[in-house]
Nanobody, 118 residues
Framework: QVQVVESGGGLVQSGGSLRLSCTAT????????MGWYRQAPGKQRELVAT????????NYAGSVKGRFTISRDNAKNTVYMQMNSLKPEDTAVYYC???????????WGQGTQVTVSS
């Protein structure tokens, strides 16, 4: 059974920083991609940043480019996201996603709340 567990969310003032972590455990096999999505109240879930574990290709949403940095530790099946210069509009539940296994199944974590106060 595969588990995806996020940590690191919380409450921070505008301009502050947070670091999210996500670890995948269980029989997931080869991991191809790890990343983060977010969902604000009343809005659809949106991509924040993704990273392929093989070639290291990174994709950022335009709204976070230059402020957020995604990184990985392949040996630990862990992905991180350093979030700097946070804005109130970054407030959302942040979900980690991991794609892996023979058919490239997408696994999701339960989400971690990030709240940025103005």
């Amino acid at each position: 059974q595969v588990q995806v567990v996020e940590s690191g969310g919380g409450l921070v003032q505008s301009g502050g920083s947070l670091r999210l972590s996500c670890t995948a455990t269980g029989s997931i096999g080869t991991i191809y991609m790890m990343g983060w999505y977010r969902q604000a109240p009343g809005k659809q879930r949106e991509l924040v940043a993704t990273l392929t574990t093989g070639g290291g290709n990174i994709n950022y949403a335009g709204s976070v480019k230059g402020r957020f940095t995604i990184s990985r530790d392949n040996a630990k099946n862990t992905v991180y996201m350093q979030m700097n210069s946070l804005k109130p509009e970054d407030t959302a539940v942040y979900y980690c996603t991991v794609r892996g296994g023979l058919i490239g199944t997408n696994y999701w974590g339960q989400g971690t709340q990030v709240t940025v106060s103005s």
